[in-house]
């Protein structure tokens, strides 16, 4: 079945199911996932599958690979939290176009800074808000409707289908490593994503990082008795935001031409002291720093540890009690797809179904879409809303931001399907 022909079936679909939709992104809003602890969301998705008689796969992250690595150890309480795998209908052991959508979502710290609860998930005004309603169960719930969609208009497709939810992608993205050893072939994955329903095909990555300073704490009455850590991290930030501004200025690529700088560095969390009337004995600061599209992580990290060692030359106390660098991550790196890539086309056939024109952009964001292309797999990032909106008060994604996500997802399959019947794909 063609795009052409498939195409009113799909929109039909989704639009008779729009309050299913809501009411789905509602109830898995309400089942709260912080990174972590994820399984309060695994009913849902089992209630959804199990009504229409299709698979979902549990996938214990304890029992992987992954789970003896450096970051597997990091991640707590491992064997109680799983990826699930739900097929369209049942896999047939053919090559698998995975759907990737995290279903973890980031604390919540600024409580009293939100209209309603962050776990109510209030529909209101054409729109859900609540932790997690954009970044990334509107993206979950536009995955699992284009596969109704598609049941809908009786689409048969010529590979298998899966919609992989995974864990921790808002921490190690160990859900994703852990789900590349399964033992299906990906032929592609689309990874779900807030984007404003564009299609991204360049994606800088990032590499995560904390810095410590030890100093020497004396009363405050006697400042020049001590060593004041944090006003010597201060030192070290600014630094780095130099270095952030010189990277801004010098680094480009041409889908990220828009945006201020296709690889920010951003400090987002600054600690120091304990104690108003000692100067601070030990200081920290942990952020982020971007990397661009074919740009080895090993080079930005090299630059970042010759601004902490520079700094400390500079300073007789750091000079015998340098920084301390920790990576907190492996480093994610950037990666892009050729827009003639028969995934990329099929991506622009379903934007194209909703009389919306092609448009490819970059992301400066780090996701698990750096881990899959880096394993091999041809990859786009693609779905509902805005990604300004994530990790803030009053989170939230529009209705009809999903729904309109659904109808170019499943057309999107469907269009694939042709390209991978007639040979394009490789």
Not at 408 to 426: H, K, P, Q, T, Y
């Amino acid at each position: 079945m063609s795009v052409t022909t498939a195409g009113k079936a799909i929109s039909a679909s989704v639009a008779s199911r729009a309050g299913e939709m809501t009411d789905l992104l509602v109830e898995l809003v309400r089942a709260p996932t912080v990174s972590g602890d994820e399984p309060a969301a695994e009913p849902v998705f089992a209630s959804w599958f199990a009504e229409r008689g299709w698979q979902l796969d549990r996938q214990i992250l304890a029992g992987t690979a992954m789970a003896e690595s450096a970051r597997g150890a990091a991640e707590p309480r491992l064997a109680a939290r799983a990826n699930l795998t739900g097929w369209y209908g049942r896999p047939c052991g053919r090559p698998v176009l995975s759907v990737n959508a995290h279903y973890d979502v980031v604390p919540v710290i600024d409580e009293e800074d939100w209209t309603d609860p962050p776990f109510a998930g209030t529909a209101r005004g054409g729109a859900v808000f609540g932790r997690g309603a954009v970044d990334n169960k509107g993206g979950c719930v536009a995955a699992l409707f284009a596969l109704q969609a598609l049941a809908d208009a009786g689409v048969e497709l010529p590979f298998d289908v899966a919609v992989e939810f995974v864990a921790a992608e808002e921490t190690t993205g160990v859900g994703t490593v852990a789900s590349l050893e399964q033992p299906w072939p990906r032929l592609a994955a689309i990874v779900m994503e807030p984007t404003q329903n564009a299609v991204v095909t360049a994606n800088s990555g990032a590499v995560f990082f904390t810095v410590g300073i030890d100093g020497r704490a004396v009363h405050t009455s006697v400042p020049w008795r001590g060593e004041d850590a944090l006003r010597k991290l201060v030192a070290v930030y600014e630094a780095l935001h130099r270095f952030g501004d010189e990277r801004a200025a010098s680094c480009s690529h041409p889908l990220m031409t828009h945006l201020p700088s296709p690889v920010p560095l951003v400090v987002g969390k600054f600690q120091g002291g304990g104690w108003r009337a000692a100067l601070p004995a030990h200081a920290t600061m942990s952020g982020r720093v971007g990397v661009l599209p074919g740009e080895p992580v090993s080079a930005v990290k090299e630059a970042v540890e010759g601004i902490l060692a520079e700094v400390a030359d500079g300073d007789e106390w750091l000079r015998a009690n340098p920084p301390k660098l920790t990576w907190d991550n492996d480093g994610l790196s950037g990666w892009e797809m050729p827009l003639e890539h028969p995934l990329v086309e099929a991506m622009s056939a379903g934007r194209g179904s909703v009389g919306l024109p092609a448009r490819f952009e970059g992301l400066t964001t780090g996701c698990d879409a750096g881990t899959l292309r880096r394993a091999g797999v041809p990859v786009v990032v693609f779905g509902p809303g805005d990604l300004a909106r994530a990790h803030s008060p009053n989170e939230y994604v529009l209705e009809t931001e999903v729904t309109e996500a659904a109808v170019i997802l499943a057309n999107a399959l469907v269009a694939a399907g042709e390209r991978f019947v007639a040979g394009d794909w490789s």
